[in-house]
Antibody, heavy 118, light 111 residues
Framework: EVQLAESGGGLVQPGGSLRLSCTASGFTFSNYWMNWVRQTPGQGLEWLAHINPDGSETNHVDSVKGRFTISRDNAKSSLYLQMNGLRVEDTAVYFC????????????WGQGTTVTVS | DAVMTQSPLSLPVTLGQPASISCRSG???????????LNWYHQRPGHSPRRLIY???KRDSGVPDRISGSGSGTDFTLKISRMEAEDAGIYYC?????????FGGGTKVEI
């Protein structure tokens, strides 16, 4: 089965750090650009960052630039989001996703992991 | 960065009746390769988003043909020809592939 599974969320105080993980299965992880997307309580979706298949290129949205870092380990089929300097407004459900643009590659989302900054 | 504006914010629909959601971009989504990179997603409460439409009008495998996408340039539409109970939820458009990828604010479709 093609799936992504996030972990690492939890309760953290403002200014604290967390590292989210996302493990892929059922598809060739190393072929895909990977993304982190978050959804604040009762609100919409915000794209945060992406990383190219070999990990040599990353981009982050301005609101998290300098605080969050996306990375990957293709040998472990895993994606990561290191979050430092957390703020109350970072409270959200965090999803990893492939976000693709064609029908012949998987557009997959994980189930999400909840981060609460309080 | 493209700003994606969806309307309406909320859409009550009667079972069996049609529904239409608009997504407007602040800039043309026709990219240098001539393609339009616009996806539509559906999210049910407590679930992750699921892609329904890619490249503005191409239906994903398993998506019923009562759901369709159309549009070009800056104006895009998702249509449900006959509302069914499983269609309730929040719909999002998303543009790319240049970063930052941008989602519309969402449209809540209720029975």
């Amino acid at each position: 089965e093609v799936q992504l599974a996030e972990s690492g969320g939890g309760l953290v105080q403002p200014g604290g750090s967390l590292r989210l993980s996302c493990t892929a299965s059922g598809f060739t992880f190393s072929n895909y650009w990977m993304n982190w997307v978050r959804q604040t309580p009762g609100q919409g979706l915000e794209w945060l960052a992406h990383i190219n298949p070999d990990g040599s290129e990353t981009n982050h949205v301005d609101s998290v630039k300098g605080r969050f870092t996306i990375s990957r380990d293709n040998a472990k089929s895993s994606l990561y989001l290191q979050m430092n300097g957390l703020r109350v407004e970072d409270t959200a459900v965090y999803f990893c996703a492939t976000l693709t643009w064609t029908g012949d590659v998987f557009d997959i989302w994980g189930q999400g992991t909840t981060v609460t900054v309080s | 960065d493209a700003v994606m504006t969806q309307s309406p914010l909320s859409l009550p629909v009667t079972l069996g009746q049609p529904a239409s959601i608009s997504c407007r971009s602040g800039e043309s989504l026709v990219r240098s390769d001539g393609e339009i990179y616009l996806n539509w997603y559906h999210q049910r409460p407590g679930h992750s988003p699921r892609r329904l439409i890619y490249r503005a009008s191409k239906r994903d495998s398993g998506v019923p043909d009562r759901i369709s996408g159309s549009g070009s340039g800056t104006d895009f539409t998702l249509k449900i020809s006959r509302m069914e109970a499983e269609d309730a939820g929040i719909y999002y458009c998303m543009e790319g592939p240049q970063w930052p990828l941008t989602f519309g604010g969402g449209t809540k479709v209720e029975i």
